[in-house]
């Protein structure tokens, strides 16, 4: 793999003087995501003059054993090592136990001992990149110990979805947040929101004035968000038979991107002024009619099949899963919002596991133009106008519409306008992790979770939850799709432009 180029981020300004403190340093996201996106940062010359990372976790390890550990971990994604000697000389490590307040004083400590030496003033960010099992705990002995309070530098405690299973159970992990830390200091993560394309999805709306006038029921008859990944349950299966893909997708990075899409324009681009918007949008979600529930929403679970020509296990074969487990993990519901903008346009999410492609995409259709002129000649099927917002893999913005076909006859044909970020000179954005970080250092919070909105995502989806999981013939009610398809059939029936009828181009 040949090494990734380290560009500048477009960044306002350098953050201030910190320390980066990740609680579950041993674990899978420290390696995969964290310290790869912070030497990102570092060599390209985003992270504050003075700053260091000090790994926290169970596992004993010296800080050698440490800084080994994560040059693997940078190495195996390809970057450039040359910034990697000064990097590591910002490493650190620190054992803890994670319900013991005496081991975070030690931690303390050892952290006032660090500021000192690196020239930091005493600003922290705590990275809890622990099992969601854990937050309440954390959140409660950190404060014990001390570390939340705000007498010398900031602390802002950064927070991995999910946030609670439930409604009640989210609401019980703010309150034992609140036990130390204030609303301005928490910061919750949803990396999708942190993707360059659904940073743009508001300033494609808000700074364009040919758009921004149609996007309303007037000019939309629906819009579609899809999410699908070819990857199975892997790692997570603990997680995953606790969760399904309504608890996992659905209540953080689907609500996420609807509320884009959707939410109306802020007074001003500042966090809480979007924020509010959201909020706002999350409120005139329609409750599901639970009578009719399975009108509006298709549960299924993946069997085996294929993925890359390769075959690949039903859900219920993965390590770690009940062989007779009722786990969903592809769903598709139809939404409505009921408000002046979007009353009767119908929202369909989808998101799916072992789907043939990993894929993000919000499509744009509009309502049909009323083609009377042409009926003679184009007869009465003229395909309407979309925008499509292509998320992941590819970074991308298609406008789809007609133009007369060349020749004689009359005849039309459908034409696009593309643009790629990939084609922007070389031009390398941040990825989710670093943009979400450095906003953390900035002390930004537009792109993360408001405790308000999480809590109405969760009562939007708690009557569902209940329902399905109480029902009599739950079993009856998951349907079955072959891994390496777009799901099962029942979903095309809900949304007739699903992708299962309708293969995206």
Known sequence: MA???????????????????????????????????????????????????CGAARSEMSREQFQDKMRQAVESRGLD?????????????????????ESYQALATRLDELDARHGVGGNRILELAI????????????????????????????????????????????????????????????????KETVQNIMMFRFANAIFEPLWNRNFIDQVSIVTGETLGVEHRAGYYEQAGVLRDMFQNHMM??????????????EADRVRDERTKLFRSLRPFPLEELYDYLVLAQ???????????PAYRA?????????APTFAAMKVYVDNWRWQGVPFYLTSGKRLTEKLTRITINFREVPHSLFRRVLGEDIQTNRLVLDIQPK????????????????????????????DQAGRQGMEAYEKALVDAMLGDQMLFWRQDGVELCW???????????????????????????????????????????????
């Open 3 to 53: 090494p990734d180029k380290l560009n500048p981020p477009d960044t306002l300004k350098r953050p201030e003087d910190c320390a980066v403190v990740i609680f579950g340093a041993s674990g899978d996201l420290t390696g995969r995501k964290l310290v790869p996106a912070l030497y990102r940062l570092f060599a390209s010359g985003a992270t504050p003059e003075h700053f260091y990372i």
């Open 81 to 101: 090592m040359g910034a990697w000697q000064a990097f590591a000389d910002r490493l650190h490590y620190q054992a803890v136990v994670y319900d013991q307040v």
């Open 131 to 194: 099992p969601p099992t854990l937050y309440q705990t954390m959140a409660v002995t950190l404060a014990r110990a001390g570390l939340s309070q705000e007498e010398r530098g900031w602390r802002r405690l950064v927070v991995e979805k999910p946030f609670g299973r439930d409604l009640e159970s989210s609401r019980e992990l703010n309150r034992a947040i609140g036990q130390g830390f204030q609303e301005h200091q928490v910061f919750r993560i949803d990396h999708y929101l942190a």
């Open 256 to 269: 996420q991107l609807l509320a884009l899409v959707a939410a109306e324009p802020p007074s001003l681009f």
């Open 302 to 312: 993946y069997e085996a099949g294929e993925i890359d020509g390769k075959p690949v």
């Open 318 to 326: 993965e390590p770690g899963v009940d062989p007779s487990s009722l």
């Open 395 to 422: 970074e991308e913005i298609t406008l789809y519409f007609q133009a007369k076909q060349p020749g004689a006859q009359v005849g039309l044909r459908t034409v696009r306008l593309h643009f790629s970020y990939q």
């Open 459 to 505: 009562a939007f989806l708690d009557p569902v939850l209940e329902a399905c999981e109480q029902c009599g013939d739950r079993a009856d009610r998951l349907h079955r799709y072959r891994a390496g398809s777009w799901g099962p059939s029942d979903a095309a029936k809900l949304w007739p432009g699903h992708p299962y009828n309708n293969p995206l181009e």
